[in-house]
């Protein structure tokens, strides 16, 4: 089975230019997540999605920062215009979303360096 | 609200001895508890969760962890450490009727040959 599937894995740009990031969940995952992971820190989860659903969205940054994920399936995360403090990593996660007790599996990450 | 402590930012082992990473949590019910470890470039790998029944929870590559109530921990073991075990490791708890996954910062193991 294919796990998350994330692209790019590693991006660089300059400040104030836009950056978006490509999510791919596990099969059959209904619920989406996306995190950032700053350096020597746990993940602190962004949004989260049930279906084409953002049910919980109030951590992400919204002047800058949009997610979608328009049939369910794939997610994009986008960054405009991009901060020297955006540059972290960016995790995507999904699980089955039937019940509170399913695990979370995650992807590789994009590493974004905002010059 | 809940978090989680990781109050170790390193762990140094020899190889072939026992691994300890410690975790403590604080949720408003019983909690549901998960480790993660991540290797360098590399997301987070899931190793195991606690739910509910047996305070000894067994994961994958031979680790495990004790749930423990009255001390609110939730600590990571493994009998006899390798070396290829040396990576960042992740507690993390979530609280019933919340979806939300709170992380610590994370500790870094390191095996020595």
Known sequence: ?115 | AQSVAQPEDQVNVAEGNPLTVKCTYSVSGNPYLFWYVQYPNRGLQFLLKYITGDNLVKGSYGFEAEFNKSQTSFHLKKPSALVSDSALYFCAVRDPGDYKLSFGAGTTVTVRA
């Open chain 1, 1 to 115: 089975e294919a796990g998350v599937v994330q692209s790019p894995r590693y991006k660089i740009i300059e400040k104030k230019q836009p950056v978006a990031f490509w999510c791919n969940p596990i099969s059959g995952h209904n619920t989406l997540y996306w995190y950032l992971q700053n350096l020597g820190q746990g993940p602190e989860l962004l949004i989260r999605y049930e279906n084409e659903e953002a049910v919980d969205d109030s951590q992400l940054p919204k002047d800058r920062f949009s997610a979608e994920r328009l049939k369910g399936v794939d997610s994009t995360l986008k960054i405009q215009p991009a901060e020297l403090g955006d540059s972290a990593v960016y995790l995507c996660a999904s699980s089955l979303g039937r019940t509170l007790t399913d695990t979370q599996y995650f992807g590789p990450g994009t590493r974004l360096t905002v010059l």
